[in-house]
């Protein structure tokens, strides 16, 4: 008997939290889930269906992104932000009776540079950089004792070689430092 008392209390209260949930007007909300390589997950959840507008400012307030739908109460879509400018965004949908906004952090992810390496010839070296855009590059060459013996910078735009020479140095070994803007991205022991 106590458990039938508890089953039905129990399922008195769970109805009566149902019924409230249903109306009360905070079951409402915009979220945005950051996501991989740019791409956002935005949730929308709102109190009936209506026609929504879904709009995508920029930091300077101009609208890059605008779409409307119609008698949808809530949405799950995914938002892509590849080729997008660095920088913040403003995600608001709008509907009727409310409006609703999320701001976003977007920075893309940058390419990263692959670097090559061959000793060409005794005491010559080819270095080769795979890259995507303009980048700066500096590559700074140290013999066995880690002096510093060399150094050259280059700003390119793709992918780029270069063999160095440095039979002018009395070293039998030689370090390769290749650095980017970023800062070092490999380092070669020949």
């Not at 400018?85 to 609703?100: C, H, L, P, R």
């Not at 590059?137 to 510093?148: A, H, P, Q, R, T």
Request: glycine share 6%; no cysteine.
């Amino acid at each position: 008997m106590k458990t039938k008392s508890l089953m039905l209390a129990a399922l008195v209260m769970f109805s009566a939290l149902t019924a409230l949930a249903k109306d009360d007007p905070n079951n409402t909300g915009l979220f945005v889930i950051s996501g991989k390589s740019g791409v956002y997950k935005l949730i929308y959840e709102g109190e009936k269906p209506s026609a929504l507008t879904l709009t995508i400012f920029n930091n300077q307030g101009k609208v890059v992104y605008s779409e409307t739908v119609r008698n949808l109460k809530g949405f799950i879509r995914p938002v892509n932000f590849k080729g997008m400018a660095a920088g913040t965004y403003t995600i608001q949908v709008k509907s009727a009776d409310q409006k609703m906004e999320a701001v976003v952090e977007y920075s893309p992810e940058s390419a990263k540079a692959a670097v090559s390496s061959k000793a060409v010839d005794a005491n010559k070296f080819a270095i080769m950089i795979a890259n995507q855009g303009q980048e700066t590059f500096e590559v700074k060459i140290y013999d066995g004792e880690s002096n510093l013996v060399s150094s050259y910078r280059e700003t390119v735009t793709g992918s780029f070689g270069k063999i160095f020479n440095m039979s002018h140095v009395k070293s039998n070994a030689f370090t390769f430092e290749v650095y980017n803007t970023a800062g070092l991205i490999d380092r070669i022991k020949f």
